[in-house]
């Protein structure tokens, strides 16, 4: 059995849920398997889509309340987060009805060349694995599930042990929705347990998965898609520290602005972000440095997610407080309840860090940030371009200053190598859910480069094309028309 | 030493060809490195790919006389060979100068959101290894080759040991045209050896591969590629077999254009290629079999690439001869020389067939065909669904007749699940150059469906999109503007 828990006060909350057999699983592949032609072949997709997302929003107020006990994340967070949620179904059935995604192209004959005419299919059934720290967004009804659907996948969604009522609820929502829709049975189902996931990727019938977690469980399941008799692709999206450069005229013109948006960004949602800045190179400057430790001395955090995420961030900040080359910042206050976390800054010199690069560049889950100083934007480069692969990259710069500028110049090469996405002037944490969305990066931010998991181009990593070579038009696809 | 063979005699030809040590490995992917910001960035990419193209055309008589003396394919073979090769390079030429690969969107800043641009970049140094089949098309200079320049990716290609000397001098070529067009040092180079392979894909700089060849070896590379300390994309284009369909009324109005047009497809370059029709499905039609048998019994066979492809080709035609549920239908005349292939086409039921899937459905590169005879379509669309990934699926049709038809739409959401291209009325060997060309499909056909490895979407491979947040003017990217 599957049980929540309350991470303001480590109870347990609400019924346990059922974990699901194997049986159970191999019938659910089953059925996705036969509504694959029906759902990917749908002129009805668009609409389904709007209908989940409407199911969604019109119990709002219940879906967030189950979701607060289960998650602590707050009342107002999570009902921002389900609108961005029913905001991505939406733009999904956008996506879908504009048909830019079937990216037919045409080849006509020419002398010895046949004609051939290139469209994308629906790759199959989907597995997708919820993630903890977006009980929505990246969850049952989220952005891999929204996208694969979208794509005329069927998904079936292996839910979160840290969410099990939500995800229950949202389900059922999913459920009813789509076939009141009229979108075949087995286009959605959702499955609980440790057993339930690997079962669900070695399933020969299923297609591809999605994920968002820990590069530890993410690399577990990646392995498992690796070793199948017939390998499939896996999009995992892992860990990832989203180091922030703060350029040296940017410290000296706004170091208040720097350092309280750094401590709001570090410590939101508890640092429960995979877009977290956990990492900060600044200039040897001592207003800025004092700006930090003031702005999070003054912070709080808030209870985290999970008793195993407050153990492994405990362990976190453990390892950074007796590393020889590592000195306490700043702290700021624990957050509430028996895994509630506290906000820790600490501080090191580009030196010391590259000296021990694969530790100090360990992801710490959590509200946790290392400000690395340096003293040459050579050096930066170097021991920045030596990091793993990242999500996001920042820069702080002073835009008004000829000389910040051209420094910018010399990092953002290195940043654009390093992350999927770099951002000028803001933080990390916030993720637009946009055409241009790049939320992906080098490994291990993601096992695949060549795909976002955020934003409208999610959907490719759904579909593969096909050639038709030769084709009367009576048999091509309909895209063709 | 790499040494290279005659296959008409067996004997050696030309002078051997060094293995490159595994520091000289290094010192190339360390030049491949710093070449890459120049050659990613330089509008002269081209210029450059099409004088490496204008090189190669221009000693096309040494080269070719040079790649028939170490593969026997044939003077008129190579030369068109060649023809596609340096197409290919313009064809990519366009495709730079076009721009379109950039795949620049913008999502401008609208409410709370920022403004978002986001860009393809290349994907850093790539190491490409060369096929035995196509000494120009898959080797050196060929499309892995072309499409990662074109991306603006330096290239290393391991050369394949089957023919040294062509490598050598398209290589020599290649380089020369690129320094003569401004290409910065280190955007191309050539290692030779069985131990400069792995070396080459371990490097820790080295950011994608693409490969073309067996499935063994292919998938030996592909989890090198998985198990280093930061993964890496491998392209792999493995084995396939191909399958065709004859439906009946084409069976029945065609007989002889369908086995002279199969036999031509079977034994075309003694079978050596990727897209062979390893098997074809017919009904028992006793007219069609006959005119296979017939056409089989007058094709000739030709010299293989090396003793070991040989080798491997007669132990596969034992494994087909000897098994329980096949028959012969057919041989045709021995190769040329030590390594002369000879045609052979075996028969089978489709009961039979299915009951022994994994061995009958294996690929026998060279020119042997397993005929399987089917009564109904309903049961021939479950075995050809239980078939591993292809690069083709292809059907016969008479289109017209409404039956015929009506049986194509039956098999072709078949065929479009199993393969990356579909050939209505065609045959699968001969791969057009374009736009719209499919050369991938699901696994072991290539590791990964999403990509094509012939055609201008070849460039996707070696591009990785990154998203620019909040960006001024002056500091994004030039393919923004």
């Given at each position: 059995m599957i049980q929540g828990f309350d991470p303001r006060t480590g109870q347990s909350v609400g019924e346990p849920v059922a974990e699901t057999s194997d049986a159970a699983v191999d019938a659910i592949v089953a059925e996705a398997v036969a509504a694959l032609p029906v759902w990917a072949g749908s002129a009805r997709r668009a609409d389904a889509l709007e209908a989940v997302a409407d199911a969604l929003d019109a119990r709002v107020g219940e879906l967030v309340a189950i979701a607060d006990a289960e998650t602590a994340l707050g009342v107002e967070r999570l009902t921002g987060e389900v609108a961005r949620t029913t905001g991505q179904l939406r733009l999904f059935a956008d996506v879908v009805r504009e048909g830019?995604?079937?990216?037919a192209v045409v080849s006509p004959a020419a002398g010895a060349a046949p004609s051939i005419g290139r469209v994308n299919r629906a790759i199959g059934p989907v597995a997708v694995f919820a993630a903890s720290n977006f009980p929505f967004a990246f969850s049952v009804a989220g952005g891999d599930t929204a996208s694969a659907l979208a794509a005329g996948c069927p998904v079936v969604v292996k839910a979160h042990e840290g969410h099990p009522r939500t995800s229950e609820l949202t389900a059922s929502l999913v459920s009813a929705a789509l076939a009141a829709a009229g979108a075949p049975a087995g286009t959605f189902a959702l499955v609980h347990g440790v057993q339930a996931g690997p079962r669900l990727l070695r399933?020969?019938?299923?297609?591809a998965a999605g994920f968002t977690g820990s590069t530890t469980g993410g690399l577990a399941l990646a392995r498992i898609c690796a070793e199948r008799p017939l390998p499939i692709p896996f999009f995992g999206e892992l860990g990832s520290v989203n180091p922030v450069v703060v350029l040296p005229g940017a410290a000296f013109a706004t170091p208040g602005g720097i350092a309280t948006g750094y401590a709001a960004s570090l410590t939101l949602?508890?640092?429960?972000?995979?877009?977290?800045?956990g990492l900060l190179f600044a200039p040897e400057d001592v207003g800025l440095l004092t700006a930090i430790g003031e702005a999070v001395s003054a912070s709080s955090g808030g209870p985290m997610l999970s008793e195993r995420i407050f153990a492994a961030y405990q362990t976190a900040v453990a390892e950074a407080e007796a590393h020889p080359g590592v000195t306490r910042l700043a702290a700021g206050q624990p957050g509430e309840g028996p895994w509630g976390a506290t906000p820790h800054v600490f501080k090191t010199t580009l030196k010391e860090f590259a000296a021990d690069l694969p530790v100090l560049s360990r992801e710490r889950f959590g509200p946790a940030g290392l400000v690395v100083t340096y003293d040459s934007l050579e050096d930066l480069a170097l021991v920045l371009g030596a990091l793993p692969g990242n999500l996001v990259g920042t820069f702080q710069v002073d835009t008004g200053s000829a000389e910040d500028v051209e420094a910018a110049r010399q990092v953002i090469p290195v940043l654009e190598r390093i992350a999927g996405r770099v951002v000028c002037n803001g933080w990390p944490t916030g993720v637009a859910v946009v055409a241009a969305q790049q939320h992906g990066g080098p490994y291990p931010a993601t096992?695949?480069?060549?795909?976002?998991?955020?934003?409208?181009?999610?959907?490719?990593?759904w579909l593969i094309p096909v050639a038709y070579q030769n084709f009367p038009p009576e048999l091509l696809p309909p895209a063709f028309s």
């Open positions: 830019g995604y079937h990216d399933h020969p019938l299923i297609a949602g508890a640092g429960q972000f995979c877009t977290n800045p096992t695949d480069a060549h795909f976002t998991s955020v934003g409208t181009a999610a959907i490719w990593r």
